[in-house]
């Protein structure tokens, strides 16, 4: 199964994306995670990457298309993967096509995940995050444990540098600037679906599974 989760910040792709990896056995592609784990070792892409995500502006194409192309052709992914967080721009659409041809991958399959903007304001401005595993929390629902280690893993839950009120702003701009249109690339290529993301996360899972079975 070769998915993509498409939508706004904060619409719950990762949240959904863990669900379906452990569900179906196959990895979960974030970008936003790569590019994480790039800035806090400080490679040369973190240093690159960094100040542009601070400003809540995207990577260019060129170096994410790059780790996709990377990262997908590794053996993991042989029996399919979840792409949360990319395709962010017409460019990085148009080269995961190429990227598909070439590997001879199956056609992906586009799930929207749809959220009223206010809503998702108010959740990034709340959530935190495990800084080793990504796992989010948030207080309504999934609240962080008092000593901000994360169950899962051990490692530290933070609040992410760019979920901050201007910055989210400034992401959601973004994504109605760039990124909305790839939707329309995938009505026209691929399986499309859009789902409503403002339920609560376990039926949010159930809409997505009976897209995909
Ligand atoms: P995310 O974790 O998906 O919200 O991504 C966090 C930040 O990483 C974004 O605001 C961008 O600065 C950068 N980023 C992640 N994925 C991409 C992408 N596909 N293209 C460009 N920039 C990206």
Known sequence: MYLILFGAPGVGKGTQAKLISADYHIPQISTGDMLREAVGKQTELGKKAQAIMERGELVPDDIILGIIKNRISQEDCKNGLILDGFPRTIPQAEGLSKLTEALQLPAFTCIEITVPEAVIIKRLTSRKVCEKCGMDFN??????????????CGGRIVTRQDDNEETIRKRLK???????????????????????????????YQEIKSILN
């Open 139 to 152: 207080p309504v629902t999934n609240p962080a444990p008092a000593d901000h280690i994360c169950p899962k």
């Open 174 to 204: 973004v994504y109605h600037d760039q990124t909305a249109q790839v939707k329309d690339y995938y009505k026209q290529h691929d399986h499309f679906y859009s789902i409503d993301g403002n339920k609560d996360v376990e039926a949010v």
